[in-house]
T-cell receptor, first 114, second 114 residues
Framework: AQSVTQPDIHITVSEGASLELRCNYSYGATPYLFWYVQSPGQGLQLLLKYFSGDTLVQGIKGFEAEFKRSQSSFNLRKPSVHWSDAAEYFCAVGGTGGSYIPTFGRGTSLIVHP | DAMVIQNPRYQVTQFGKPVTLSCSQTLNHNVMYWYQQKSSQAPKLLFHYYDKDFNNEADTPDNFQSRRPNTSFCFLDIRSPGLGDAAMYLC?????????????FGQGTRLTVV
């Protein structure tokens, strides 16, 4: 069964600082990996996704993520955080072979200090 | 150009009074999902449709049912809402075939049970 672990429940950064949100996955084959962002009271918006190819993927709003198969990780990064980035971030895994349903981690809440 | 639309955004219902949440999509996607998300938790899959094929998660309560009368619409029926059913309900769609399983989410319906 596929699963996702986001070890950090809350992350606090200062505006302008760099950010890294951790995500580890468990999946028996090549995973499809996603990062979603959820602002308060809103649905989930896709930031970026990895299916194959280049392991460093670029997303919207200046985010990027790196797929590391050896570490079963897909960490999300941003070089300079803006106050508007404060939100809940969810990592998700899905894949082929019938497991196309995205499975979500519990989320990391990002707090941005001015 | 909203692609996945959920109505209403906010729903208040009485304990035990049936309630229906609706979702429509303009993407012509094969798969539609319903997720339940409680505060500070990951979205939890309730069920999904692959075309007309209904798939219920094993731990989804019998109180929850769904209908998909056509490709564009999907409904979540809660027969007798309890206080524990208060949550954000998220509808999502995905193409579900080929290589791209990215899920597109609606903005959610916040259900309050009084």
């Amino acid at each position: 069964a596929q699963s996702v672990t986001q070890p950090d429940i809350h992350i606090t950064v200062s505006e302008g600082a760099s950010l890294e949100l951790r995500c580890n996955y468990s999946y028996g084959a090549t995973p499809y990996l996603f990062w979603y962002v959820q602002s308060p009271g809103q649905g989930l918006q896709l930031l970026l996704k990895y299916f194959s190819g280049d392991t460093l993927v670029q997303g919207i709003k200046g985010f990027e993520a790196e797929f590391k198969r050896s570490q079963s990780s897909f960490n999300l990064r941003k070089p300079s955080v803006h106050w508007s980035d404060a939100a809940e971030y969810f990592c998700a895994v899905g894949g082929t072979g019938g497991s196309y349903i995205p499975t979500f981690g519990r989320g990391t809440s990002l707090i941005v200090h001015p | 150009d909203a692609m996945v639309i959920q109505n209403p955004r906010y729903q208040v219902t009485q304990f035990g009074k049936p309630v229906t949440l609706s979702c429509s999509q303009t993407l012509n996607h094969n798969v539609m999902y319903w997720y339940q998300q409680k505060s500070s938790q990951a979205p939890k899959l309730l069920f999904h449709y692959y075309d007309k094929d209904f798939n219920n998660e094993a731990d989804t309560p019998d109180n929850f049912q769904s209908r998909r009368p056509n490709t564009s619409f999907c409904f979540l029926d809660i027969r007798s809402p309890g206080l524990g059913d208060a949550a954000m309900y998220l509808c999502a769609t995905s193409r579900g075939v080929g290589d791209i399983y990215e899920a597109f989410f609606g903005q959610g319906t916040r259900l309050t049970v009084v």
